[in-house]
């Protein structure tokens, strides 16, 4: 009888330290489970801290090429100085202007991490397009504004093209697409202003081939906001030495802002 008591007495105390040693160690693994868990159900959410806001007003000013990008599996150095672009303006008019850019140093750590495997998002696939960062926030932004929103996408491309010296090419096919006659009077007033505003050396709306509308299966990011958000939008790509004067000279960005707000002004809220 006291043998079998003694027995039993040594299971319970066997039980109660084997508990002691892998009750912590088994939680701890649950826990980590369900970290793994929520990160894997939250990736989209994640995406999205990637990305940083500046001001709240209803010109949605985006920059998808501020870091080194993946496109149809090549890596594409960044548009130099459209996030500072697209931040500047904000700080210009931050009642005004929305910049959605990227976060530089948490999305180039997160892309060094998961190998630069973060979609472009001016080339989205269609079924890809909603899970985009840039689509949430943009989507997020459209509300609280006394005027309604409209998407400007900053690019940087090269000062020359075919031997073509081009500092402002304008993106309105999307817009075009779904709006035509009020796209080709904010283009018209667009160019003119910059025109009239920007110094001479600069040549504005020069390459008539480029429309910033890209096809059903891969699409631009002013087409995302033109056809599937359903705001007006386009795309614009500004020349290196244009887009290191913005940054350096507020003369420069002035011309751009002041451009725009008249356009705006004169063709969609009149």
Not at 240 to 245: F, G, K, N, T, Y
Request: net charge positive.
């Amino acid at each position: 009888m006291t043998a079998s008591l003694s027995r039993k007495k040594s299971g319970i105390e066997r039980s109660e330290n084997e508990l002691q040693f892998f009750g912590p160690r088994l939680g701890g693994l649950l826990l980590s489970f369900f970290l793994l868990l929520l990160i894997f159900h939250s990736s989209e959410k994640d995406q999205r801290l990637l990305l940083k806001t500046h001001g709240s007003g209803h010109v949605i000013v985006t920059a998808p090429h501020g870091i080194s990008h993946q496109r149809n599996g090549l890596l594409k150095p960044a548009d130099a100085d459209t996030t500072a672009i697209a931040t500047k303006l904000s700080q210009k008019a931050p009642n005004e202007v929305t910049a959605i850019v990227w976060e530089q140093k948490t999305a180039k750590k997160s892309a060094l991490r998961n190998g630069w495997q973060i979609d472009d998002p001016n080339y989205m696939p269609l079924e890809k397009v909603k899970s985009s960062p840039f689509y949430k926030l943009v989507s997020a932004n459209l509300i609280g504004h006394e005027k309604d929103p409209f998407l400007v996408d900053l690019h940087g491309m090269k000062d020359l093209h075919d031997g073509i010296s081009c500092d402002v090419s304008l993106g309105f096919g999307a817009w075009l697409s779904v709006d035509a006659p009020t796209a080709n009077l904010f283009r018209n007033c667009f160019v003119n202003e910059l025109i009239a505003h920007l110094p001479s050396k600069y040549k504005i709306d020069c390459l008539d081939r480029f429309s910033g509308n890209k096809n059903r299966e891969k699409i631009t990011l002013s087409r995302t906001a033109a056809v599937i958000i359903r705001i007006p939008a386009f795309q614009v790509e500004l020349s290196r030495r244009l887009r290191a004067e913005m940054v350096s000279s507020d003369e420069a960005l002035d011309a751009f802002y002041d451009a725009l707000n008249t356009c705006a002004d004169s063709v969609l809220y009149s």
